[in-house]
């Protein structure tokens, strides 16, 4: 019985299962880094483009932001769409 375990196609398969997970943890691994690497980034712009805000004003830091206007608010009255534009926390 131990010898039938031990033979070729049984290694050869655990070998794979191995391998196979190891590239799942590795993917993992990296999906985490490019997070990380995004949320670094993002707290850089946002400490370079909005370093000087008032108070009761939301600068825009991310690109991965989408604030939407208040009803009544024209849409002139309303540019958040680039790092470092600053709107009024009320009209959001």
């Known amino acids: 019985m131990n010898r039938f375990l031990c033979s070729s ?3 050869l398969l655990a ?3 191995t391998v196979v997970i190891a590239a799942f ?3 993992a691994n ?3 880094l490019d997070c990380s690497d995004a949320v670094k980034a993002a707290l850089q712009t946002t400490a370079t483009k909005c370093d ?3 108070r009761n004003l ?3 830091g991310n690109t991965l932001v989408i604030a939407t206007p208040n009803d009544g608010v024209q849409p002139q009255d309303f540019v958040f769409q680039a ?3 600053t709107v009024k ?3 959001i």
Do not use: E, K, S
Request: charged share 10%; aromatic share 8%.
């Open 9 to 11: 196609p049984y290694r």
């Open 15 to 17: 070998l794979v299962i």
């Open 25 to 27: 943890v590795l993917t």
């Open 30 to 32: 990296a999906q985490q």
């Open 52 to 54: 000087q805000i008032g």
């Open 58 to 60: 939301a600068c825009y």
């Open 83 to 85: 790092p470092g534009d």
């Open 89 to 91: 926390v009320a009209v």
